[in-house]
């Protein structure tokens, strides 16, 4: 490598004579060499390392012969003293010739794992580290780094070897700021002529770079926390902008080398050390020092009596000129990009002004910005349509590359809008008008788009929007897919374009879409916040009661609340009822009507002798009184198909529910017509404006009551009209919401049951190894230990005994634990599920036809938001019947439906997360018994069913869109984990029972987790 490391010569005469002192040079080393090789103490190492260093630099001679013994003190003392030019030829013939390169081997080598630790500390500062330290740092970088790749014999020898030379690196480049005499030395050269384009000086420069960025990772595992990649390129980062800052104010005193600094060795060295540093994931070390730097810059820039600034402020100051050329200076794309991304996410994260970050960009990218047109893509193509930023960093983009001009200013105000502009605002609403964008890209993309141009619009004048071209037609078409979304943040957007557009061409008249909008729109959505992005943990239906269904009035936005598909983590809540006990229900309904009757008339006896009687009565609720009570069904139904009397039929639907779940005795002949009847009833005809959602609801729970009173006769019914050409999408939502509540409440209904007593009991519930003591009062019975009354089983004991009344008492005790009173009924709840015996009439009959297109149906295309709530409720029924054997016998066929690449695939992400979601119920509802019962007996249709489900779950994992989906699919995996070490567990009891059938040697159709370390 001496051809590298050495330079040009001005003339022949002085390039001879350098060549003989390199030889001398070379010649004085191989005498050391031979010293050190035949020494047999220190002091004879220190005088022979001394004999080559007092020919480079000054040492102190008395200091280093005090550490040694004569006859080397002797010879130390009595070296010869050359001047300072004398000693300056000696330097550079040795750094830059072959001498230093050996003469390095020699100290690193030999002398550092035999005589160092020998040497005293103040001879090795003087002679040994002075070689490193006070040599050219680009000489010795080439020295130290590939050292640190160098094998020694043992352990021990390497170790001493390498904590060496990493004590040498961190004394040479850290704490004597060897890169920031680098790039000095870099500038000196580029003075002197050493032109850039020469291919050995590139090269050289390159090489330089690399070793620089390489140290952390040829340092060793426990080397000095120095060498680690984020305190060594700290401080390098650090050293190379001082530097740089420095030889700019050098270079711009002459002019010819300013014209030129950007194809300087200097910017050179600067720009490829940065990209290395990029390359190797320390782009956010590299900003962190980078912004202070460049802030300190701009607040020089502006004198103190000037609150705004201008690009002449800028131009003026001289290290300006090292700002404009870094990026260029870096040539590597990747890296630029990557350091601009991370710029613009710390600025976001500093909350500094919108002003001030954008003369950062105008100062680090507006030089390159202009001449390079991949610069100019990276910002218009990559940080507009592909890459999500913080709403802040998006308006900083905007105004740098769109606007072009910089915020709250008044040239933002005066200034035209230019072509490009135009252009830009048209390719960011072609794009977001298209379905297969809302479908093909993540929530937070859509939002930084919608951002992005309801930032441009808000620019735009009614006349500037006249010239455009499409723009309206876009707007329109993207607002309207957006309204029929089921995901609510998704009709959040076409709300704030629709209101900003609608500002723009006519501002006295806004168009609000939605309630919740407001004036000023917030364009962050939630999901573009300067803080870290997060996706909700799982999510496919709202944790509140479905809302309510579309009416006439207003379809699109009625539509787009009832199809709202955002679920929680918990589960579903489940509905309980207090009885099914019919007659009790009947009776306690006719005695609470009664006894309404009676306090209203007692209250109407009171006022009518009140003084307030003589005030005049508020007759405008007068009717309430005349309107007809129902009692039966039948006439119920036939109120409900009178669409001419708006006001009975509200009367109906108020007495609707409570009626059914009366559960008279023609309710199993009529419910079939009054289920037809409530759904084909129309809310918005007959409720008062703004009642609507108030009738929905009572249909709904009217809906609901039928199913779970009469499951089997109402179920007939609605899965029929489910996929009839005679109900639109708002009634196919309404029948499959129902079923799935109905499903819910009878998976967990609380049952009543009566018990009757004897006499006056008192009960105590104790732990099982304490028994009550027969302490009590005169006349008392023995403990008798009874079972818990409703239950299987029992985890305490339960004990009870007779007591008699006291004299006179009439009261029952109220304390909590002892009751006494007379004999009374005693109601024990307890909770059964029911709705395992209706499940295959639940699901069976909605999963067949549901890809079929027939007039008026066509739930793959169109109508995807029922087939998304129609795969949600099945998930639910699964779940209703967990761990049943009902669930085993029905989950092949859901298997079998989600499993088809129309619903798997499917290209809205709220059928992919209902069909996740009905996935982890398959997971959670199958008892592990029956899972691996089906692998011994080999059950193809459960085993192929639950591997697909964990293949098709990774894939949406890894490569789906939506965010949701990604989050939900996670969930599955894990689901499907606990469910393959439940069925390995099962596995292992079933062969090592007796009565167990042998299991195949080969069970690949479920994949256990950690499987590779069991």
């Given at each position: 490598?001496?051809?590298?490391?050495?330079?040009?010569?001005?003339?022949?005469?002085?390039?001879?004579?350098?060549?003989?002192?390199?030889?001398?040079?070379?010649?004085?080393?191989?005498?050391?060499?031979?010293?050190?090789?035949?020494?047999?103490?220190?002091?004879?190492?220190?005088?022979?390392?001394?004999?080559?260093?007092?020919?480079?630099?000054?040492?102190?001679?008395?200091?280093?012969?005090?550490?040694?013994?004569?006859?080397?003190?002797?010879?130390?003392?009595?070296?010869?003293?050359?001047?300072?030019?004398?000693?300056?030829?000696?330097?550079?013939?040795?750094?830059?010739?072959?001498?230093?390169?050996?003469?390095?081997?020699?100290?690193?080598?030999?002398?550092?794992?035999?005589?160092?630790?020998?040497?005293?500390?103040?001879?090795?500062?003087?002679?040994?580290?002075?070689?490193?330290?006070?040599?050219?740092?680009?000489?010795?970088?080439?020295?130290?780094?590939?050292?640190?790749?160098?094998?020694?014999?043992?352990?021990?020898?390497?170790?001493?070897?390498?904590?060496?030379?990493?004590?040498?690196?961190?004394?040479?480049?850290?704490?004597?700021?060897?890169?920031?005499?680098?790039?000095?030395?870099?500038?000196?050269?580029?003075?002197?002529?050493?032109?850039?384009?020469?291919?050995?000086?590139?090269?050289?420069?390159?090489?330089?770079?690399?070793?620089?960025?390489?140290?952390?990772?040829?340092?060793?595992?426990?080397?000095?926390?120095?060498?680690?990649?984020?305190?060594?390129?700290?401080?390098?980062?650090?050293?190379?902008?001082?530097?740089?800052?420095?030889?700019?104010?050098?270079?711009?005193?002459?002019?010819?080398?300013?014209?030129?600094?950007?194809?300087?060795?200097?910017?050179?060295?600067?720009?490829?050390?940065?990209?290395?540093?990029?390359?190797?994931?320390?782009?956010?070390?590299?900003?962190?020092?980078?912004?202070?730097?460049?802030?300190?810059?701009?607040?020089?820039?502006?004198?103190?009596?000037?609150?705004?600034?201008?690009?002449?402020?800028?131009?003026?100051?001289?290290?300006?000129?090292?700002?404009?050329?870094?990026?260029?200076?870096?040539?590597?794309?990747?890296?630029?990009?990557?350091?601009?991304?991370?710029?613009?996410?710390?600025?976001?994260?500093?909350?500094?002004?919108?002003?001030?970050?954008?003369?950062?960009?105008?100062?680090?990218?507006?030089?390159?910005?202009?001449?390079?047109?991949?610069?100019?893509?990276?910002?218009?193509?990559?940080?507009?349509?592909?890459?999500?930023?913080?709403?802040?960093?998006?308006?900083?983009?905007?105004?740098?590359?769109?606007?072009?001009?910089?915020?709250?200013?008044?040239?933002?105000?005066?200034?035209?809008?230019?072509?490009?502009?135009?252009?830009?605002?048209?390719?960011?609403?072609?794009?977001?008008?298209?379905?297969?964008?809302?479908?093909?890209?993540?929530?937070?993309?859509?939002?930084?788009?919608?951002?992005?141009?309801?930032?441009?619009?808000?620019?735009?004048?009614?006349?500037?929007?006249?010239?455009?071209?499409?723009?309206?037609?876009?707007?329109?078409?993207?607002?309207?897919?957006?309204?029929?979304?089921?995901?609510?943040?998704?009709?959040?957007?076409?709300?704030?374009?629709?209101?900003?557009?609608?500002?723009?061409?006519?501002?006295?008249?806004?168009?609000?879409?939605?309630?919740?909008?407001?004036?000023?729109?917030?364009?962050?959505?939630?999901?573009?916040?300067?803080?870290?992005?997060?996706?909700?943990?799982?999510?496919?239906?709202?944790?509140?009661?479905?809302?309510?269904?579309?009416?006439?009035?207003?379809?699109?936005?009625?539509?787009?609340?009832?199809?709202?598909?955002?679920?929680?983590?918990?589960?579903?809540?489940?509905?309980?009822?207090?009885?099914?006990?019919?007659?009790?229900?009947?009776?306690?309904?006719?005695?609470?009507?009664?006894?309404?009757?009676?306090?209203?008339?007692?209250?109407?006896?009171?006022?009518?002798?009140?003084?307030?009687?003589?005030?005049?009565?508020?007759?405008?609720?007068?009717?309430?009184?005349?309107?007809?009570?129902f009692s039966h069904l039948s006439d119920l139904a036939a109120a409900l198909r009178k669409p001419d009397d708006p006001d009975g039929v509200e009367n109906a639907l108020n007495y609707a529910e409570k009626l059914v779940r009366a559960s008279p005795d023609e309710l199993r002949y009529n419910s079939g017509d009054l289920v037809r009847a409530l759904v084909h009833v129309r809310c918005s005809d007959v409720a008062m404006e703004g009642e609507e959602d108030s009738a929905e609801e009572k249909r709904q729970k009217a809906l609901v009551a039928l199913l779970v009173t009469c499951p089997f006769e109402s179920l007939d019914v609605l899965t029929k009209l489910l996929y009839s050409s005679s109900v639109d999408i708002g009634q196919r939502i309404l029948i499959i919401d129902a079923m799935t509540e109905a499903a819910q409440e009878l998976a967990e209904t609380k049952t009543v049951k009566t018990e009757q007593r004897r006499g006056n009991l008192i009960t105590d519930t104790s732990p099982s190894w304490l028994v009550p003591s027969n302490i009590g009062p005169?006349?008392?019975?023995?403990?008798?230990?009874?079972?818990?009354?409703?239950?299987?089983?029992?985890?305490?004991?339960?004990?009870?005994?007779?007591?008699?009344?006291?004299?006179?008492?009439?009261?029952?005790?109220?304390?909590?634990?002892?009751?006494?009173?007379?004999?009374?009924?005693?109601?024990?709840?307890?909770?059964?599920?029911?709705?395992?015996?209706?499940?295959?009439?639940?699901?069976?009959?909605?999963?067949?036809?549901?890809?079929?297109?027939?007039?008026?149906?066509?739930?793959?295309?169109?109508?995807?938001?029922?087939?998304?709530?129609?795969?949600?409720?099945?998930?639910?029924?699964?779940?209703?019947?967990?761990?049943?054997?009902?669930?085993?016998?029905?989950?092949?066929?859901?298997?079998?439906?989600?499993?088809?690449?129309?619903?798997?695939?499917?290209?809205?992400?709220?059928?992919?997360?209902?069909?996740?979601?009905?996935?982890?119920?398959?997971?959670?509802?199958?008892?592990?018994?029956?899972?691996?019962?089906?692998?011994?007996?080999?059950?193809?249709?459960?085993?192929?069913?639950?591997?697909?489900?964990?293949?098709?779950?990774?894939?949406?994992?890894?490569?789906?869109?939506?965010?949701?989906?990604?989050?939900?699919?996670?969930?599955?995996?894990?689901?499907?984990?606990?469910?393959?070490?439940?069925?390995?567990?099962?596995?292992?009891?079933?062969?090592?029972?007796?009565?167990?059938?042998?299991?195949?040697?080969?069970?690949?159709?479920?994949?256990?987790?950690?499987?590779?370390?069991?």
């Amino acid at each position: 490598m001496a051809s590298t490391r050495s330079s040009s010569s001005p003339s022949r005469g002085a390039g001879d004579g350098k060549k003989r002192l390199e030889a001398l040079a070379l010649d004085r080393v191989a005498e050391a060499a031979d010293a050190v090789a035949s020494a047999a103490c220190a002091g004879e190492v220190v005088r022979a390392i001394h004999a080559v260093a007092s020919l480079l630099f000054p040492v102190d001679s008395e200091a280093v012969a005090g550490t040694v013994e004569e006859p080397f003190r002797r010879q130390i003392v009595e070296a010869v003293t050359l001047s300072n030019d004398e000693r300056e030829s000696w330097r550079r013939a040795f750094y830059h010739g072959p001498a230093f390169p050996t003469m390095s081997k020699i100290l690193l080598g030999n002398v550092a794992l035999k005589w160092l630790p020998k040497i005293n500390d103040s001879a090795r500062k003087e002679i040994y580290d002075s070689f490193f330290v006070k040599g050219p740092p680009t000489e010795v970088i080439q020295a130290l780094v590939p050292a640190l790749s160098y094998k020694e014999v043992s352990k021990e020898d390497h170790r001493t070897f390498c904590s060496n030379v990493e004590r040498l690196l961190i004394l040479c480049l850290l704490d004597n700021k060897g890169v920031f005499q680098i790039v000095v030395d870099f500038t000196c050269s580029n003075k002197h002529g050493e032109d850039i384009h020469n291919p050995d000086k590139t090269i050289f420069v390159s090489r330089v770079a690399q070793l620089l960025a390489s140290v952390p990772d040829k340092a060793r595992l426990g080397a000095s926390a120095a060498l680690t990649s984020a305190s060594f390129f700290k401080h390098v980062v650090s050293q190379l902008l001082a530097g740089a800052e420095a030889a700019t104010i050098e270079l711009a005193a002459d002019k010819e080398a300013n014209e030129h600094c950007v194809l300087s060795s200097m910017f050179h060295f600067v720009g490829e050390v940065l990209s290395r540093v990029c390359r190797r994931g320390s782009t956010g070390i590299l900003v962190a020092e980078l912004i202070p730097k460049i802030r300190n810059h701009l607040h020089r820039c502006v004198p103190p009596d000037h609150r705004a600034t201008s690009p002449e402020m800028i131009q003026h100051v001289c290290q300006s000129q090292f700002w404009f050329n870094m990026v260029e200076a870096m040539r590597d794309q990747h890296s630029i990009e990557r350091l601009t991304e991370e710029l613009l996410r710390q600025l976001a994260s500093h909350h500094i002004s919108d002003e001030e970050a954008y003369w950062i960009l105008w100062t680090l990218f507006n030089q390159s910005f202009k001449r390079l047109t991949v610069m100019r893509a990276m910002f218009v193509d990559k940080f507009l349509l592909w890459k999500t930023f913080p709403l802040c960093c998006l308006r900083w983009i905007l105004h740098y590359t769109v606007f072009e001009c910089p915020p709250n200013s008044t040239t933002e105000i005066l200034m035209q809008r230019t072509p490009n502009f135009f252009g830009i605002l048209q390719s960011l609403v072609s794009i977001w008008s298209r379905k297969e964008f809302i479908q093909s890209y993540s929530v937070e993309q859509q939002a930084y788009i919608t951002a992005a141009i309801g930032l441009c619009l808000e620019k735009l004048t009614k006349k500037e929007l006249e010239t455009t071209k499409d723009v309206l037609n876009s707007i329109l078409q993207g607002v309207s897919c957006r309204l029929e979304s089921p995901i609510d943040l998704i009709r959040k957007m076409a709300s704030a374009v629709a209101l900003t557009f609608s500002k723009v061409v006519d501002p006295k008249n806004p168009l609000y879409l939605d309630d919740n909008c407001c004036e000023n729109v917030d364009w962050d959505f939630g999901v573009l916040s300067p803080k870290e992005i997060k996706a909700p943990l799982d999510a496919v239906e709202s944790k509140t009661k479905p809302k309510a269904r579309e009416n006439k009035r207003n379809a699109g936005e009625k539509k787009a609340k009832a199809i709202k598909h955002d679920i929680p983590v918990v589960r579903a809540k489940i509905v309980e009822i207090n009885s099914i006990d019919h007659d009790q229900m009947s009776d306690t309904a006719t005695n609470g009507q009664f006894e309404e009757e009676e306090c209203d008339e007692e209250s109407m006896n009171v006022d009518a002798y009140s003084d307030s009687s003589l005030e005049p009565y508020d007759l405008s609720d007068d009717d309430t009184d005349l309107q007809k009570k129902f009692s039966h069904l039948s006439d119920l139904a036939a109120a409900l198909r009178k669409p001419d009397d708006p006001d009975g039929v509200e009367n109906a639907l108020n007495y609707a529910e409570k009626l059914v779940r009366a559960s008279p005795d023609e309710l199993r002949y009529n419910s079939g017509d009054l289920v037809r009847a409530l759904v084909h009833v129309r809310c918005s005809d007959v409720a008062m404006e703004g009642e609507e959602d108030s009738a929905e609801e009572k249909r709904q729970k009217a809906l609901v009551a039928l199913l779970v009173t009469c499951p089997f006769e109402s179920l007939d019914v609605l899965t029929k009209l489910l996929y009839s050409s005679s109900v639109d999408i708002g009634q196919r939502i309404l029948i499959i919401d129902a079923m799935t509540e109905a499903a819910q409440e009878l998976a967990e209904t609380k049952t009543v049951k009566t018990e009757q007593r004897r006499g006056n009991l008192i009960t105590d519930t104790s732990p099982s190894w304490l028994v009550p003591s027969n302490i009590g009062p005169p006349g008392a019975g023995p403990w008798r230990e009874v079972s818990e009354p409703g239950t299987l089983l029992s985890w305490s004991h339960r004990y009870e005994r007779e007591v008699p009344s006291k004299s006179g008492q009439l009261k029952s005790g109220k304390s909590r634990k002892w009751g006494l009173g007379k004999a009374k009924d005693l109601q024990v709840e307890w909770s059964k599920n029911r709705f395992p015996l209706y499940a295959a009439a639940f699901m069976l009959p909605v999963m067949q036809g549901y890809d079929k297109r027939s007039h008026g149906v066509d739930l793959l295309n169109r109508d995807f938001v029922v087939l998304g709530k129609l795969i949600y409720m099945l998930g639910v029924c699964m779940k209703s019947m967990a761990m049943h054997p009902e669930a085993s016998a029905l989950a092949p066929a859901l298997l079998d439906m989600i499993r088809s690449r129309d619903v798997s695939r499917h290209a809205e992400a709220y059928v992919r997360r209902s069909a996740l979601f009905a996935a982890s119920c398959i997971l959670i509802s199958l008892h592990p018994s029956y899972v691996a019962s089906s692998l011994i007996e080999g059950n193809q249709d459960i085993s192929t069913g639950l591997e697909w489900i964990r293949t098709w779950a990774l894939q949406v994992a890894e490569a789906d869109p939506d965010t949701e989906c990604t989050s939900m699919a996670m969930t599955c995996l894990r689901l499907h984990s606990e469910m393959a070490l439940q069925t390995s567990r099962a596995l292992e009891s079933a062969n090592h029972s007796k009565t167990g059938r042998a299991i195949p040697s080969k069970l690949d159709s479920i994949i256990l987790p950690f499987g590779n370390m069991m």
